[in-house]
Structure formats: structure tokens, C-alpha cells
């Protein structure tokens, strides 16, 4: 999931770079960006600038987004009683950062009323990363607190970590993938990365390591554009880890098998009208048919209403799917308790393979 941003700043769109220079003022306003994504059925996140910095709010156009897109909102979250008026407004969820920690760690009192004021699946905590510490007041000051370790401790109060990589914020050369990696294996909760990003590639690799994106510079430039974010958004590979499940069927409804589809396998198929899978266990894209010399033909792909399962349907060149020459991959069925083969093998499998399977 890509997570476009409006960062406002004495009302109008902008972009920062480490949050110090002002990079480029949207020429659109927020309303025209809101409508936009509005009309694309998108999420976004919102961050008040001023808020942040202390230096006023932007609450009149939170008011306004919120209530025709559904957003996440941030920026000067100091007290529950500020995040449940976000919440009150609109907002579906609410972001908290610097207040979410103290020189000694987790600001504990704060997370524990904030979660019990707006529910721990509506609170998201900001966490920014800079020279490898944790940083708030507007990334002006770093914490001696290791990231990876107050990560950990923030399971019990929020539904999601927000992690900006502070130090390529604004500038597109790259996120820090090592950073993102870390904090999955030391949280289980969602995780959502931001910083650095120049392209959808980027995302895509975050989308292997399990989190969602959130781009600003790179889609206010065009690196990313609307279409590619409606394309990636129309499928969830975040859960998967860049994987999700396909199921095979034939043109009469009968299930083949079932395999994997990262991004690329899918497209090939789409593209070249030839199923190509995806072997975790070889990590490599396997083109169906490529060992019998027998090809299946993409007909009509499907989504499951989550939006993480795939339904293809194809042709095939030989009347058997299962590298054991059975018509389907599911030739065993349960009976009694017990599982039994209730399907006819159609072809010895060394007359096809040559004794590989």
C-alpha cells in the first residue's frame, strides 16, 4: 500500500527536505489534491507542519480532507485530548511522534492515555530515524535511544510503526532498506517507511520486506506517478512479503494448483499471456511449462476482496497440471478421516520430465 502524503504548512502543500528547507510548494491547493485522491478511492496521510513546529495549526484543511478522503493525520500530537479531536474531525487514524518517547526510551504515560483515548488499532507511532538515533522536535534534536529496541515496546499501545528515514527525507536517493528490515524482525506489528524514496521500485522492495510506503517528494516531481500508485495500490503484496498466493483454474472451473505471484510474474503473464510462477523455495520466476514443453495460457485474472489472493484462469497445452500427471494438483481427498486418491494419473511423469519433477 502506497500512502501519498499532503504535508501543510500555513495552509498549502508542501514538501521539506530533513524537514529544514522548504523543497517546492505544490502548486495545486489542498482541495484540488484532496479531490484528486478522492476520486482515485485512495488513503493518504496528512502531517500539520505548523503543529509540528509549534507554530500554529492547519485545522480548518484537516477538516476539509478528512472528511472526503480517508486519511491519517499528524504533525503536534502532544496530548490524547489532540488526538481524539483528530479523530472527532475525521481522521481514520491518528500519527503521534516526538511525544511517544523520552531520553530514556518510551514515554510510557503518554502512549498507555493516548491508546486508551482513541483505541490502540487508531493510534500509529511516528517513528524517525536520523544518524541511526531517534529523533523528534521536528527531527531538530536526537535521542541516545536505539530505534531498533524501543521498536519492540511499542506493541501493547499502537497498531502500526511509521518509521521516516530522517536522513533521506526529501533528497530521493534511496531509502534505507537494512533500517526497514531490522525493524521487522524486531516488531510484529505493521510497519509503513517513509524517507528517501525516488521511485516504485523503491516501494516494491519494501513491499518484499512486509511494509507499506509512504512517498511525498518523489510523487509531487512525477519519479512516481498517480497511475503507478493506483496500480501497485490494486493489489496488497505488503503481507506476503512481495508473494501472494494464486490460485489455477482451467476454463470450466476446475482447480489446477496452486502457486505464488510476486509483481513481475504477474506482469509477465499479463504481458506475454504465458503463466509464469513464482518458486520460493528456488527464489527464482518459473516460466509454467518451461520442463514439459507444454504451456498454459492466461485467460482472466480475479482479486479476493482483501485484496491479497489471486483467481487465474488459463488454457492449457497438455490435459494434466500436476507434476505427478494428474489433472490437478488436488487428486487427494479426505474420506473417513483419512486422505485417498480419488483421481486418475493421466501420464507417467518420467515420460514428460525425463524423471524430474
Known sequence: ???????????????????KVKGIDIQPSYQQMTELFASNGMKINVIDLNAAMGTGNNLEAIEYIVQRVDARVGGGVRTPEKAKQLMDLGAKKVIA???????????Y??????????????????????????????WKETLDVDPLLVASGLEDFCSEIQCTYVDGEGKM?????????????????????????????????????????????????????????IDTNQ??????????????QNMNGKVLYLCSQNRNTLQKSIETG????????????????????????LKKVYRNCYKDTLLMKVTQEKPFACHEGYATCFYDQMIDGRFKTTEKRLVDPKEVYGGKK
Not at 500500500?1 to 524537514?19: A, F, H, N, R
Not at 503518554?110 to 523528534?136: P, Q
Open 1 to 19: 500500500m502506497i500512502y501519498p502524503c499532503i504535508d501543510l504548512l500555513d495552509g498549502k502543500v508542501v514538501q521539506l527536505i530533513q524537514g
Open 97 to 107: 511522534g516526538s511525544s511517544c518517547f523520552d531520553y530514556s526510551g518510551l514515554e
Open 109 to 138: 504515560d503518554f502512549l498507555a492515555s493516548t491508546s486508551e483515548a482513541i483505541g490502540k488499532k487508531n493510534l500509529i507511532v511516528a517513528l524517525d530515524v536520523k544518524d541511526d538515533k531517534v529523533a523528534i522536535n521536528g
Open 173 to 229: 536517493q534511496g531509502t534505507d532498506l537494512p533500517l526497514f528490515r531490522a525493524l521487522k524482525k524486531r516488531s510484529n506489528i505493521k510497519l509503513t517507511g517513509a524517507g528517501g524514496i525516488r521511485d516504485i521500485k523503491d516501494v516494491w522492495e519494501l513491499e518484499k520486506l512486509g511494509a507499506n510506503s509512504v512517498i511525498g517528494m518523489a510523487f509531487y516531481t512525477g519519479k512516481i506517478s498517480l497511475d503507478e500508485v
Open 235 to 248: 493489489l496488497d503484496f505488503v503481507n506476503g512479503l512481495g508473494i501472494m498466493p494464486a490460485i489455477v
Open 274 to 297: 504465458k503463466m509464469w510462477r513464482y518458486s520460493a523455495s528456488q527464489e527464482r520466476e518459473i516460466l509454467v511449462g518451461e520442463s514439459s514443453g507444454k504451456f498454459e495460457y
